[in-house]
């Protein structure tokens, strides 16, 4: 699976959008970007995924840039409640060797009043 | 929505112990797994299973088995409890292999 890079920490003001970057720069054709949080003392949550076309569910948006190189996560309206560890992870979808999730450091995004 | 249910929140058992921990999905997955999350090491798959009686090995299989009798049920089992084994446990499950895993709340185990 494709490596990843994204931001360390970032803060966010509540009510405004939250746009977290993510890079995986050597994803291949047939990988998926996928994002998770993990809000403190909880399981991991699935919130989005896609291939190569924007996303939008009823959490997020997932914008991928053209090359697929790089992605960001939009929360439109963050509340605090959304203050938590943000995994972006690169995957093959059909990978029958397990299906592991590796979450490498993640974003830990502060929503701030 | 997905519901994983995993048995314990918080659990403490000696050195030695068979210890238990189990886990129900209520959304008819295929797909069952058991993870170990620690500080700097992220998530490391111990097990997984992709239908009734059926199991495979993840990264770190060693001092752990597993039972899924039913579909909805998947156990880990520590066969002789170990300090080194203290850790944050995560269960998931998925509708198929291309499909998001969903996770349980954890189960924080300490041996002592």
């Known amino acids: 699976d494709a490596k990843t890079t994204q931001p360390t920490s970032m803060d966010c003001a509540e009510g405004r959008a939250a746009n977290l970057p993510c890079n995986h720069s050597?994803?291949?054709?047939?990988?998926?970007v996928y994002w998770y949080r993990q809000i403190h003392s909880q399981g991991p949550q699935y919130i989005i995924h896609g291939l190569k076309n924007n996303e939008t569910n009823e959490m997020a948006s997932l914008i991928i840039t053209e090359d697929r190189k790089s992605s960001t996560l939009i929360l439109p309206h963050a509340t605090l409640r959304d203050t938590a560890v943000y995994y972006c992870i690169v995957r093959v979808a059909n990978n029958n060797a397990g299906n592991m999730l590796t979450f490498g450091g993640g974003t830990r995004l502060m929503v701030k009043p | 929505d997905v519901k994983v249910t995993q048995s314990s929140r918080y659990l403490v058992k000696r050195t030695g112990e068979k210890v238990f921990l189990e886990c129900v999905q209520d959304?008819?997955?295929?797909?069952m797994f058991w993870y170990r999350q620690d500080p700097g090491l992220g998530l490391r798959l111990i097990y997984f299973?992709?239908?009734?009686?059926?199991?495979e090995k993840g990264d770190i299989p060693e001092g752990y088995s597993v039972s899924r009798e039913k579909k909805e049920r998947f156990s880990l089992i520590l066969e002789s409890a170990s300090t080194n084994q203290t850790s944050m446990y995560l269960c998931a499950s998925s509708l198929g292999f291309n499909q998001p895993q969903h996770f349980g709340d954890g189960t924080r185990l300490s041996i002592l």
């Open positions: 050597t994803i291949s054709g047939n990988e998926y």
């Open positions: 959304m008819d997955h295929e797909n």
């Open positions: 299973s992709y239908d009734v009686k059926m199991k």
